[in-house]
């Protein structure tokens, strides 16, 4: 802390002159902590400080600054901690004595004008088949917003251990305290695959890296498809069918319901294994076949709906003994 930083003029009373060390941290955080500082201002009334008494962080190697030469007697002061925008982030007040040279520690506090700063990046469970290549969006909600929602692109969001130099995923501007979070990850249809709520903390004049393992909300349910003309049962090539509308029904909450259009076939089996929230649900399946055939499974004659459960981050494959629902045309 050899850097000087005074140009003295007054003082008082019988003490000896000397130097006044100030050393500083930041409501108990380094200035490695805190990067988001940029300048610390000092004002002593009476006195003219040196670059107009702002300075670094780290002077000399040491957080703190020397200022040479006061007369004796006491002195006012005031330190703030300043952003990169000149905003005062950090401030403290109070009086040294100097009867010779003197040591000053002051912990300084968050001002009103405070803020941290966080990057919110993710990771996909390991070995999952949805990645990247297949979701859209990454919705972020901060302290449970109803109207504001930031929304990345999944590449923009995702974690790469590999880059150990910069801050990664999303950045926010946020209040020192403590942050909850919902992660939100979809695809272009809108289906959501992936849910994170947690919490985090942010402090003052710092700038951290949060990271989120993103959880699976939904899991697979297999279906397999049969379709009948009243005379035969068809598969989807004998019936014309190339797209099946499946309709999936909260057996729980029968208002909600979840529709999806998938192929008609899935690795030369006459079914579909499609995404689905957790829960248990009826199944309504409709389609149209050659010469514009509609086919479904909730006419009045049909055979009971089947009833499926998914589990989030569960995804059997779909199978020749898998659910069969057969389509019943006119």
């Known amino acids: 802390m050899s850097a000087s930083g005074c140009i003295c003029v007054t003082g008082g009373g019988n003490n000896n002159p000397g130097d006044i060390s100030f050393t500083w941290t930041f409501n108990g955080r380094t200035c490695m902590q805190s990067q988001d500082i940029t300048t610390i201002f000092i004002q002593i009334p009476?006195?003219?400080?040196?670059?107009?008494?702002?300075?670094?962080?780290?002077?000399?190697?040491?957080?703190?600054?020397?200022?040479?030469?006061?007369?004796?007697?006491?002195?006012?002061?005031?330190?703030?901690?300043?952003?990169?925008?000149?905003?005062?982030?950090?401030?403290?007040t109070g009086t040294v004595r100097v009867n010779g040279d003197v040591v000053e520690m002051v912990d300084l506090k968050p001002t009103g004008q405070a803020a941290g700063t966080a990057f919110v990046a993710v990771?996909?469970?390991?070995?999952?088949?949805?990645?990247?290549?297949?979701?859209?969006?990454?919705?972020?909600?901060l302290d449970n917003a109803t109207t504001v929602t930031t929304t990345?692109?999944?590449?923009?969001?995702?974690?790469?251990?590999?880059?150990?130099?910069?801050a990664q995923g999303v950045q926010f501007t946020l209040t020192p305290g403590q942050h909850t979070i919902q992660i939100d990850a979809?695809?272009?249809a809108n289906i959501y695959y992936y849910r994170k709520v947690s919490t985090f903390t942010v402090n003052a004049a710092e700038t951290t890296q949060q990271i989120f393992s993103l959880d699976w909300l939904v899991g697979t349910v297999p279906i397999r498809f049969g379709f009948s003309n009243t005379i035969?049962?068809?598969?989807?090539?004998?019936?014309?069918?190339?797209?099946?509308?499946?309709t999936f029904r909260d057996t729980t909450t029968p208002t909600i319901e979840y529709v999806q259009n998938v192929p008609c076939t899935l690795n030369g089996i006459d079914g579909?294994?499609?995404?689905?929230?957790?829960?248990?649900?009826?199944?309504?399946?409709?389609?149209?076949?050659?010469?514009?055939?509609?086919?479904?499974?909730?006419?009045?004659?049909s055979p009971a709906q089947p009833i499926v459960t998914a589990q989030a981050g569960v995804f059997p494959a779909l199978q020749s003994n898998s659910t069969l629902t057969i389509l019943s045309s006119m």
């Open 46 to 92: 009476g006195q003219t400080l040196q670059n107009d008494g702002r300075y670094g962080c780290i002077n000399g190697g040491s957080p703190g600054i020397k200022l040479l030469n006061f007369r004796g007697g006491p002195y006012t002061y005031t330190i703030t901690a300043q952003d990169s925008r000149g905003v005062g982030i950090f401030q403290a």
């Open 123 to 141: 990771t996909i469970p390991q070995g999952s088949p949805v990645t990247c290549e297949y979701l859209s969006a990454i919705d972020i909600t």
């Open 152 to 166: 990345s692109t999944c590449n923009a969001a995702l974690y790469n251990p590999n880059n150990t130099t910069s």
């Open 186 to 188: 979809r695809d272009a």
């Open 232 to 246: 035969t049962q068809l598969n989807c090539a004998q019936a014309g069918v190339t797209e099946v509308q499946i």
């Open 272 to 301: 579909y294994t499609p995404y689905i929230d957790a829960g248990t649900y009826q199944v309504f399946v409709a389609a149209i076949g050659t010469g514009g055939a509609q086919y479904n499974n909730f006419r009045a004659t």
